[in-house]
């Protein structure tokens, strides 16, 4: 099973859209940072605490002799998004993010990086929702999402409308 560290906006995307269980449900053992967590607002961490008592998000606490070279290093990152980076590099893991920053760094770092539609996608394939509710979706995060490319979501709601 692959390990997947997720960030705050991935968990903050899938609980608007109410898609947060499917995440659980895909082949990979999900881990996070408690800044991610602390992060997220009483709403969003109440979505997440039942993944966390059944042990199917771990949450890490990393101190800060784990983490001081690394975090010196990295210029324009939040500290949450270090320790994320950090945590990934030490898990050997992917990176679940949509943070185009994190994305790069990731990339130029060969630690695999995927994103919110990669998600969905994994979601459609899986069976877990149809390509019509990926499309209510993608229609609802690009009003509540303003960050989302534009491009990537006509791409996306013209494949899964095609078939």
Known sequence: ???????????????HIGL??????LDLEVHTTIEVCDGLNQTQNDALNQFIASGKLTCHILNDLE???FVKNKRGLSESDKLLLHLAIQLEATI????S????????SKIEVHGIFWLLDKFVEGKHITRKQACHCITDLMGYNKRLPQSECDKRLGEWIKK
Do not use: P, Y
């Open 96 to 99: 679940l993010t949509g943070d």
């Open 20 to 25: 947060q269980d499917h995440l659980f449900e």
């Open 67 to 69: 983490i001081e070279e």
């Open 101 to 108: 920053l994190i994305r790069k760094i990731s990339e130029a």
């Open 1 to 15: 099973m692959k390990i997947a560290i997720t960030d705050a906006n991935i968990f903050i995307d899938l609980i």
